[in-house]
């Protein structure tokens, strides 16, 4: 059975910083793609960033020069580090594997998600 499990959610006031953390178990994802997704309230669930299996990253626009996403194999671990939070960064962070080859911005891709974690940004 595969888990994903996030942590690292919280409220940051504008201009913070969280890390977010999603441990994999049950099966090894390392040098896996892995990607992160968000969705706010009333919107649908949009892409935010996504590690190949040569760690070559891909962001959203949004999250361009603010977000990090990077991995620790080791602990089959891939993070995801967010500077300069806005308000409108306010959503449930997801990470999801099990990349089928498809578009990577596109949440049909991937077979298994994590329950997600809050992050809520205060103006």
């Known amino acids: 059975q595969v888990q994903l499990v996030e942590s690292g959610g919280g409220l940051v006031q504008a201009g913070g910083s969280l890390r977010l953390a999603c441990a994999a178990s049950?099966?090894?994802?390392?040098?896996?793609?892995m990607a992160w997704f968000r969705q706010a309230p009333g919107k649908e669930r949009e892409f935010v960033s996504f590690?190949?299996?040569?760690?070559?990253?891909y962001y959203a626009d949004s999250g361009k020069g603010r977000f990090t996403i990077s991995r620790n194999n080791a602990k089959n671990t891939v993070y995801l580090q967010m500077n300069s939070l806005r308000p409108e960064d306010t959503a449930v962070y997801y990470c999801?594997?099990?990349?089928?080859?498809?578009?990577?911005?596109?949440?049909?891709?991937?077979?298994?998600w994590g329950q997600g974690t809050q992050v809520t940004v205060s103006s």
């Open positions: 049950g099966r090894t994802f390392s040098n896996g793609a």
């Open positions: 590690i190949d299996r040569s760690d070559n990253t």
């Open positions: 999801a594997a099990g990349y089928t080859g498809r578009p990577y911005a596109t949440p049909e891709t991937y077979r298994y």
